[in-house]
């Protein structure tokens, strides 16, 4: 068959034809009004650009990363395989926002211009009418330019926001999919409220959020699993600081989803042996030689006690290498709260962290 390649495609926009199509790159849309479009190949249609352009359509469509179909049972592989998905994301968003200013500092000149031009034209000592009137001239001159800068702007950030607003979402889906699946036990809080709290106070819904966070990392969905040994929510009145000794996790009644997921680690790492000794392994293998440290030095926090030490490494916090006499770490508390709150964040930034932290929790089993 002859080769159909046509060097002039049809249509009134000629070479201007954006290359369309849903993350393609090779289609246009074919559509009327009141129809639905088919897509045919760019050389034989005429491209409708509609919302997105095709460069913010192709960025979008890689933005919604995806893990490998087989997944490592190598624990360390398969994170390492979470945080590629969550790197390429990481960039998909970066590449958005670069855009996006971009077309924000377009509409800026465009619109600096138009006032250049209006400046220009009009006569100051004029009546108020005529200036008017030199102003509709200007913006009339200029509403091709202006709108098309405008539009394309807010097509890109409407993109970029769709992306940012939905990565931590999208990101929690892809760990929980990511959970081996192994019949590990489930986390369980239970709360015990003082007697003059009455009210069910907000840090009830907070657990339960905080858990199911959790034991989606943990559990696995296709084999039915029992309840290990709960964490006993203690709701203090007034604030405190949120910490957990053994099984018992002190917070009060505004405790944060993210503190509770921290205290959460704690407990986790007292009661399962496994991933406490991932934590204490990837401490020593980060901190080893560094010398003791006061927090509030490491910091610049003034709120910790003068006993409160670190190795700060180059670690997110100084705070992960926090020193417990006892041998608790921070890794796990600050690794699952980083994981909950700010994923990319957490694997293009310290992917050792990010990997030891999956690595970690996904060894956890109340049994052990
Ligand atoms: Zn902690």
Redesign the pocket.
Known sequence: MADRKISTPLGSQGDAVPLGGPGSGNWGHAGRKGKRGGSLPRWSAMSVKSGKTAQIRQVVARSGARLPSKLSDDPTERAGQVRKAFAQMAEAEGRLKAITSDAGQKLREVSNARQRAFSAAVDWDAPVAEINAVQDRINAEWATRYNGALEDWRAKDAAYNEVRNGRVARARELLLAAAPDTPAKSFKWEAVEPRNITMRSQVMKNAQVAADFVNGLVRSRSVASEVGMPAMLRIKKGSVRASCRENDVKCDRKTSVRTLV?EFG?FIEHYSPVPFAHAVAFLRSRTQGEKLVSLSAATGNSGYRPNEQTRPDRFLSAYVGKHYAHGST?VL?MGLEYLYAEPLWFATQDPGHFDATLTAIWTYDANR
């Open positions: 921290h704690h921070e508390s």
